[in-house]
């Protein structure tokens, strides 16, 4: 009778153990591999929230479309199209992921449902005004590699361009980030680059993490660039024309390009950011 009980025990400890390491690997995998895109119960990033999920969907369609969410589209689910129309396209990159290890993240999703607190926090907004001169120049200086990440990741300026005069034109290999802190939020930028979920990004910073406050630095000085691009100061335009002349534009330029990586400290431009701050 004893050691039957104490066999029942063992059980328990056995199954419940496997279930809280089951539970672990599924949030490191989701924090690794799903943060930079899905919230649960936060709202909506680049996908959907994922909030609820395992009761609105069937585990086999769920498994199949976090493996590959293109094979589903190829073969015509309409479940997969809808989704990918509501999300102007962008299709969810394939996640080389066990079924084993889905079930854990799935599991982990399902825990966050009694969660609510989360949606009701309304997301943390940073005024321009909040935002320190100091910080935006780390951030471009950072971006463009005038400073060196401290742990040696690649400057964004070799894959990103922004849409500013502040900065030489960036890589074409993707996509441009002038607007990415309204359209991704701030947490949604910053998840981006500590856990990259892009192949060649990923690698960019494989082993070479960028610190919380490198990232920090990059967020502020993107929501900086979105607020003075050049599309805003477009009404200007004639004023900075007659100002400079297009002579005075053309030396610039060329200026800029002999300068190449190493340009001047104070590239951020401070009459604007002043402006900025007097009009926000
Ligand atoms: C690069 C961004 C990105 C990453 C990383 C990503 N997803 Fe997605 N996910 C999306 C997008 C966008 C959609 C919706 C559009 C589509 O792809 O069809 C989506 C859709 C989904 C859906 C369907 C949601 C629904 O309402 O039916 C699930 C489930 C999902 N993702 C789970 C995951 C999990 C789990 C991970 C991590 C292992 C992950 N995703 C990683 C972008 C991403
Ligand atoms: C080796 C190239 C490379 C480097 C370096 C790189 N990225 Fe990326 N990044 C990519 C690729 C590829 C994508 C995904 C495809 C795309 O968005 O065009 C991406 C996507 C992103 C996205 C999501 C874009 C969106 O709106 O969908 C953000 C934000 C981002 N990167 C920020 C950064 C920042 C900040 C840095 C510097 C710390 C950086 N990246 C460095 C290649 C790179």
């Known amino acids: 009778m004893k050691s039957l009980s104490f066999v029942a025990t063992m059980i328990v400890v056995a199954v419940s153990s496997t279930m809280v390491t089951a539970q672990d690997r599924g949030e490191s995998l989701f924090n690794q591999t799903c943060v930079a895109c ?4 936060a709202g909506r990033l680049i996908g959907p929230d994922l909030a609820g999920v395992h009761t609105r969907r069937d585990e086999s369609w769920l ?6 969410a293109q094979s589903l589209i190829d ?9 990918l129309t509501e999300y102007d396209g962008f299709i969810m990159p394939d996640q ?5 290890d889905i079930r854990a993240v799935l599991g982990y999703i399902a825990l966050q449902r009694g969660d ?8 943390v907004e940073v005024k321009l005004t909040d935002l320190l001169p100091d910080n935006i120049q780390l951030g471009q200086d950072l971006f463009v590699g005038r400073v060196r990440f401290q742990n040696g990741g690649s400057a964004c300026i070799a894959c990103h361009n922004l849409n500013t005069g502040d900065v030489m034109t960036g890589g074409s290999l993707a996509r441009d980030l002038t607007d990415s802190v309204p359209r ?13 979920p892009f192949a060649p990004m990923r690698v960019a910073f494989e082993g070479k993490k960028v610190t919380e406050q490198e990232r920090a ?6 929501q900086f660039v979105d607020a003075n691009q050049d599309g805003t100061e477009a009404q200007n335009y004639g004023a900075v024309l007659l100002q400079y002349g297009l002579v ?11 300068l190449g990586q190493r340009g001047s400290k104070e590239t951020v431009n401070h009459t604007i950011y002043k402006r900025q701050i007097k009009t926000a």
Not at 38 to 41: D, S
Not at 117 to 123: I, K, L, R, T
Not at 217 to 222: G, K, N, P, S
């Open 75 to 83: 073969e015509g689910d309409t479940v997969a199209e809808a989704l």
């Open 248 to 258: 005075g534009i053309a030396v610039l330029l060329g200026f800029f390009f002999l």
């Open 96 to 100: 080389p992921l066990s079924v084993d």
């Open 217 to 222: 630095a990059i967020v502020d000085y993107l």
């Open 38 to 41: 899905h919230t649960v119960g």
């Open 184 to 196: 991704l939020t701030r947490f949604g930028v910053d998840a981006m680059i500590a856990n990259p």
């Open 116 to 123: 609510a607190s989360a949606v009701d926090e309304p997301a």
């Open 63 to 68: 498994i199949d479309m976090i493996q590959s």
